[in-house]
């Protein structure tokens, strides 16, 4: 039996009862010949035979199969993984200790156990932000949640990005002992740049390969190109995508060379690069092939008709010419692809036209699927922010809405919250603001924060919506808790402890929200009197359940109240600790 089916077979026991399938025959006698974590098992079972307040005959299987469960989850959670090859017969040799941890643990005992609570139990969306507070207060993760947090990352590629720098050195020594956590291992934060190169992680190199080429664009592009060879398909890909920073023409040749690379996502993410450098060998070939499908017609209208045939050619360039299985229509697939890989500045050139103008001009070819998406491909990689007033007013759309973080990034945070506020004021009224809210949130980056001015609006703003005499907008809804979890997270710390008095202040009975229907006359005189107290006291009802869901805020929800106060106390703390911080 494979080690794999052995744990299987064990759970399965511990499952269904250890009397009705009976626990693996491999684990009930010692053998020095198996696995240590098998081996472990093995003693566990035969403890509980031994101990002399439980004679064999009154200690029941499944006890047994508890304790060896039990055995076996503490191994996988130090670090071993069932069914490894380490025998017991061997002396083992001890793993060598973390090196001095450079950071330290939060201090403050609220800090660590709302750190430890958004581990265990999120939310998920606040755990990037925590790590990241954590790193700007030049702190580290409490070893007691290194485990947890390493699960997280495991479970989130996105995540590691802030996770990996506030494990400290237990945290990446850690992450050695079990190759689940391999993607934190790494050497030292000490460690000088040509010893992270040739012995770091494949996080650490390509976030040294990024750090070299924001100061030394030429440096980092030689030492990539030296290692190429000595990489594999993964690391590869990794590598070239850092590229993205500094990028330049001095790193064309590089690119073109890296179109003939073995590995398919390598050569994608070449393309992909040339594509940002619109004078490159690359964009002119793209460029030209484009060009030679457009004409005017009899009107003097641009018209778009791609061939009826593949080329060749557009294979090393990124094209794929076999059409997947879920895609129907060649030339379409074609024409999308042709156009994603092409300088989005092209199209304004070639046909003189603004990024609406293009849209629009797109409605009327029979091509537009094609030639939108292809675009919106395109701007996923090239950020050109001339398109950025265009996917702005795409609000239904959640592609190009996805786009748009990279865009905003580009502004300053004036320009960028001169933006949204213009949004914010322009919707106010109604459901106006839960919207704006959930809008900004959906185009901000993970850690990203609101500044104190559009802060102190929004919070003046709420304020009016849900404590006025009447509300505005619909709060009894997911889209408001949605928005005030949201504004949990995003606003300026400054604020947060007057945002939070709208749930932990009860608002004073003037200023809640008052009924606007009109009370039934009670009238029943006549024949049908019954009938008409009936119809009253439902009408009553009614009323009296429409006032209460009016009064009715995200907060009264006991769920969303929970991660309003863990968001709130959270990030007030890790304020705290940043401004404490020596560094800070």
């Known amino acids: 039996m494979s080690q794999a089916n052995l744990w299987a077979a064990l759970q399965q026991s511990a499952l269904v009862g250890a009397d009705r399938l009976a626990v693996p025959a491999i684990l009930t006698t010692p053998d020095v010949t198996t696995p240590a974590t098998v081996q472990a098992v093995q003693i566990a079972l035969q403890m509980a035979l031994q101990q002399p307040a439980a004679p064999a005959a009154k200690v029941s299987t499944a006890a047994q199969v508890l304790r060896a469960s039990a055995v076996a989850s503490v191994l996988e959670r130090a670090g071993w993984v069932p069914g490894s090859q380490v025998q017991l017969s061997v002396a083992l040799t001890a793993p060598a200790q973390p090196v001095q941890e450079l950071r330290v643990a939060p201090v403050d005992e609220q800090l660590t156990a709302l750190v430890e609570a958004v581990v265990a139990d999120g939310p998920q969306d606040l755990l990037a932000l925590s790590f990241a507070e954590l790193d700007k207060a030049g702190l580290r993760l409490p070893h007691g949640l290194l485990v947890a947090a390493l699960n997280q990352g495991r479970q989130s590629t996105e995540l590691r990005e802030w996770l990996l720098p506030v494990l400290g050195e237990r945290g990446r020594w850690l992450a050695a002992q079990n190759p689940q956590w391999a993607y934190a291992t790494g050497v030292q934060e000490t460690a000088d740049p040509e010893q992270i190169w040739q012995e770091g992680s494949i996080a650490q190199r390509v976030s040294l390969l990024e750090s070299e080429r924001e100061s030394d664009p030429a440096k980092a592009r030689v030492r990539l190109e030296a290692s190429l060879k000595e990489l594999n398909a993964k690391e590869r890909a990794l590598m070239v995508q850092a590229l ?53 017609d009899d009107k003097g209208d641009w018209q778009i008709e791609p061939p009826t045939e593949g080329n060749k050619d557009w294979e090393r360039d990124g094209v794929t010419l076999q059409l997947p299985a879920y895609v129907k229509g060649e030339r379409s697939w074609w024409l999308q692809q042709l156009v994603a890989l092409t300088p989005v500045e092209f199209w304004q050139q070639a046909l003189d036209k603004s990024p609406e103008q293009l849209w629009e001009w797109s409605r009327r070819s029979d091509w537009k699927t094609a030639l939108r998406q292809g675009w919106l491909r395109a701007l996923d990689t090239q950020h050109d922010l001339r398109w950025l007033p265009l996917l702005q007013s795409m609000e239904s759309d959640s592609r190009a809405q996805a786009l748009l973080p990279p865009l905003l990034v580009q502004l300053s945070t004036e320009q960028r919250e001169a933006l949204w506020m213009e949004r914010l004021q322009r919707k106010q009224g109604q459901s106006g603001l839960i919207d704006s809210i959930n809008n900004i949130d959906d185009t901000m980056g993970p850690v990203a924060l609101l500044s104190q001015g559009i802060s102190q609006w929004i919070v003046d703003a709420l304020y009016l919506a849900t404590r006025g005499k009447q509300a505005q907008g619909n709060w009894h809804s997911w889209q408001a808790d949605r928005a005030v979890l949201a504004c949990a997270k995003r606003l300026d710390a400054s604020v947060l402890s007057r945002f939070a008095d709208l749930w932990r202040i009860p608002a004073p009975e003037d200023e809640l929200p008052a009924a606007n229907e009109t009370e039934p006359k009670e009238s029943v005189q006549g024949p049908n009197a019954e009938a008409n107290a ?47 911080s020596p560094s800070y």
């Open 244 to 296: 993205d920073k500094g990028l330049s023409m001095d790193d064309e040749p590089l690119l073109e060379k890296l179109l003939a690379d073995r590995s398919k996502e390598v050569r994608e993410n070449a393309a992909q690069l040339l594509t940002r450098l619109p004078v490159s060998a690359h964009s002119q070939r793209m460029a030209a092939w484009l060009q030679a499908m457009l004409s005017c």
């Open 534 to 580: 009936e119809t009253i006291a439902r009408l009553k009802a009614e009323q009296a359940a429409r006032r209460a869901r009016a009064r009715l805020r995200p907060w009264d929800d006991e769920r969303v109240l929970e991660q309003l106060n863990r968001t709130v106390d959270l990030r007030l703390a890790l304020h705290a600790a940043t401004l404490a």
